[in-house]
């Protein structure tokens, strides 16, 4: 095993008291500075070349912060760039309608995400006269922007030494202190928070964040770690990194089934557009029947897809030659289609039937 930075080989089995805990902060702020050098030059050497790397506009980072959320990097980079040239500052987001803002976010998921990113883009420009705000409690104070995105933004665009815990960092952190708290917990969280802010870089932060995240994503990976050829495993104190982190029991899958119509005229498809308050508000979907309503009629596929905890069955029925629109739906022209927001399994099945027709 390599030399420990003041190991205490503590058992993996339990969450550590209060007298566990004041000794890991008391580690973390003696091994910072080492930790943070081992860690930046490393990263100096390895590190990945993504294009928010590239800039230090505030406008740019919050963009990508806000896309990476909950989505993949191979994702993001098929979209970023493309994205921000449409809406290169806040302002340019700020004046276009919620409609164009969900289209251009199709395929990204999780639509809140640009709601709130809009929102912001409209509280820089009317509250800041378009500029980003740089003090922390002004950055904080913008819709949607949480801890985390507070975090990264301070440190990403204006180097402040902010400490971020996501995904990646909470793992690391909880091998390098042997800390057994559940990282999805309260507890855990926050202690995972106040070690991040003992170890954060005064002077290198933009680096220093960057630097430990990639190493979760790259090194101290889930499952099995690639301790070798970690650059900072003379920190770590774990012995058991596969055990690690400890998180709170999955909550149990989902399953759903709906029925939707396929109704398609000279006057165009049949879509419902999605009331406010909806998870879809503003967006088009096809519209959705009962079991009973559709008996009878031509079922002509169906189409799996999953939403956070929900795995759904979509069964698809060609309509009626008569179907009339309820409440909220409406025929849209075929040519008007690609500029309406939908969800992507909604898209992806009405381009699939289309090219049958």
């Known amino acids: 095993m390599p030399h420990k930075f003041g190991s205490q080989d503590a058992p993996v089995d339990g969450a550590p008291g209060e007298d566990a805990e004041a000794a890991m902060l008391h580690r973390a702020g003696a091994m910072a500075p080492a930790f943070a050098a081992a860690l930046v030059a490393w990263f100096d050497r390895e590190a990945r070349d993504y294009p928010w790397r590239r800039t230090s506009d505030p406008w740019a980072i919050l963009v990508s912060e806000v896309m990476l959320q909950q989505t993949t990097i191979p994702t993001v980079l098929g979209r970023y760039e493309a994205w921000l040239r449409r809406f290169p500052t806040p302002q340019a987001l700020a004046t276009v309608s919620e409609e164009e803002a969900l289209r251009s976010w199709e395929g990204l998921g999780y639509y809140r995400r640009v709601r709130s990113l809009q929102a912001a883009a409209q509280a820089i420009t009317e509250r800041h006269g378009g500029c980003f705000p740089e003090?922390?409690?002004?950055?904080?104070?913008?819709?949607?922007?949480?801890?985390?995105?507070?975090?990264a933004v301070l440190s990403f665009a204006f180097n402040r030494p902010a400490p971020l815990v996501d995904a990646n960092v909470a793992r690391v952190l909880a091998r390098l202190f042997d800390d057994a708290a559940p990282v999805d917990a309260p507890e855990g969280r926050r202690?995972?928070?106040?070690?991040?802010?003992?170890?954060?870089?005064?002077?290198?932060?933009?680096?220093?964040?960057?630097?430990?995240?990639?190493?979760?994503?790259?090194?101290?990976?889930?499952?099995?770690?690639?301790?070798?050829?970690?650059?900072?495993?003379?920190?770590?104190?774990?012995?058991?990194?596969?055990?690690?982190?400890?998180?709170?029991?999955?909550?149990?899958?989902?399953?759903?089934?709906?029925?939707?119509l396929w109704a398609l005229s000279s006057a165009g498809l049949l879509m419902e557009r999605q009331p406010s308050g909806a998870r879809h508000a503003g967006m088009l979907r096809l519209p959705?029947?009962?079991?009973?309503?559709?008996?009878?009629?031509?079922?002509?596929?169906d189409q799996r897809y999953s939403v956070t905890r929900y795995r759904v069955l979509r069964r698809l029925f060609r309509a009626t030659p008569d179907e009339q629109p309820r409440e909220r739906e409406l025929f849209v022209p075929l040519a008007q289609l690609e500029r309406e927001p939908m969800a992507s399994p909604d898209r992806k099945i009405v381009l699939r039937l289309l090219a049958r027709s």
């Open 191 to 260: 202690r995972q928070w106040a070690l991040a802010a003992r170890l954060v870089s005064p002077d290198r932060a933009r680096a220093y964040n960057a630097a430990l995240m990639e190493l979760g994503q790259r090194i101290c990976t889930g499952g099995r770690p690639d301790c070798l050829l970690c650059p900072v495993r003379v920190f770590c104190s774990t012995r058991r990194p596969e055990q690690l982190p400890m998180k709170l029991p999955k909550p149990e899958l989902l399953r759903a089934e709906h029925c939707d």
């Open 135 to 151: 003090e922390p409690g002004a950055i904080r104070a913008l819709p949607g922007i949480g801890e985390y995105t507070a975090a």
């Open 288 to 301: 959705r029947r009962t079991a009973a309503e559709v008996a009878g009629l031509e079922h002509l596929l």
